[in-house]
């Protein structure tokens, strides 16, 4: 017997601003019970003690959640100079206090200009990376650390908003898989005085923008409202840099069934594809050498 469903098809991208002191998980399913929706996941863990860009897919959005997780990102983040702690953060244990040395403008954008580019990073114990089946940070909780494998990541920009005493403002633009407290760690080591994070906020992630996320209470005041679809992010938002093909009734219903269609109009470009039927979103699909296409993805927006 198939498993009911818990909660309603809702399908599309909520913005979530979140608030810090709570896990992402617990703001997906704040969210998550706001619109009584039957799925739910989000694209790209934030920290407790991080806040802002949070996008939240409903329904049948999960299915583009991969693709989101392979945009870039961009953070405010402030950097405590001279405290080593446990975790990267804060939040952690202190390891080690160090005097911060008198560091020059000239020196500093030095620092920073060394890790602009295509660089190495070693994942922080404290990640939810996987050893063995068991999170990283599960293993750090029971005092065991594993070797981990440096990672290329690519920091296309860092710009120094302030820099005061032992606090260094920071504005970072960069690629996917970047850990934040491994960059402050970085500077740290950088100036031999050590650094963790005292301050995280992801200000955007691929074409989405903390300008138009909304906080916890906000969606409240919508739901109280009955406006919760006024928010709501169509689910091909995120994909509109693939190239998208139209297709005829028949077509779709060949598409809808998995089957292979010909290339309509002559379009001849190889690779993923959007289709759609009278702009309604089929779902994405591959076009082949052979000027067929193959149905990848199909999504249910009935």
Do not use: W
């Amino acid at each position: 017997m198939a498993r009911r469903k818990k909660g309603l098809d809702i399908n599309g991208i909520v913005l979530l601003d979140k608030r810090g002191g709570i896990s992402s998980n617990k703001g997906l399913q704040e969210v998550k019970r706001l619109y009584n929706a039957n799925k739910a996941g989000h694209t790209g863990s934030l920290d407790p003690l991080a806040t802002g860009l949070l996008p939240i897919c409903l329904g049948e959005a999960t299915k583009v959640s991969a693709y989101m997780l392979a945009d870039d990102k961009r953070y405010q983040t402030v950097v405590q100079l001279g405290v080593m702690t446990e975790t990267g953060d804060v939040d952690g244990n202190v390891l080690e206090v160090k005097d911060v040395p008198e560091i020059t403008e000239d020196e500093l954008m030095k620092c920073l200009n060394s890790f602009v580019g295509e660089i190495e990073q070693i994942p922080p114990m404290y990640s939810a990376l996987k050893h063995n089946g068991k999170k990283l940070y599960e293993l750090a909780r029971e005092g065991i650390t594993v070797e981990r494998k440096a990672r290329k990541i690519t920091i296309y920009a860092i710009e120094c908003l302030d820099f005061s005493g032992d606090l260094l403002t920071l504005d970072v633009q960069c690629s996917k898989g970047t850990y934040i407290r491994t960059l402050a760690e970085d500077i740290g080591h950088y100036f031999s005085c050590g650094a963790t994070v005292k301050e995280l906020r992801r200000t955007a992630a691929g074409d989405f923008d903390l300008a138009d996320a909304l906080t916890i209470e906000q969606i409240q005041e919508l739901s109280s409202a009955g406006d919760l679809q006024s928010i709501l992010i169509p689910v091909d938002k995120p994909l509109l840099a693939i190239p998208a093909i139209e297709v005829n009734q028949s077509e779709a219903d060949l598409i809808l069934q998995g089957q292979q269609i010909a290339v309509p109009n002559g379009n001849s470009e190889l690779g993923m594809c959007r289709l759609y039927h009278e702009q309604k979103f089929l779902g994405l699909g591959e076009v082949l050498m052979d000027a067929k296409i193959q149905p990848k993805r199909l999504f249910n927006l009935n």
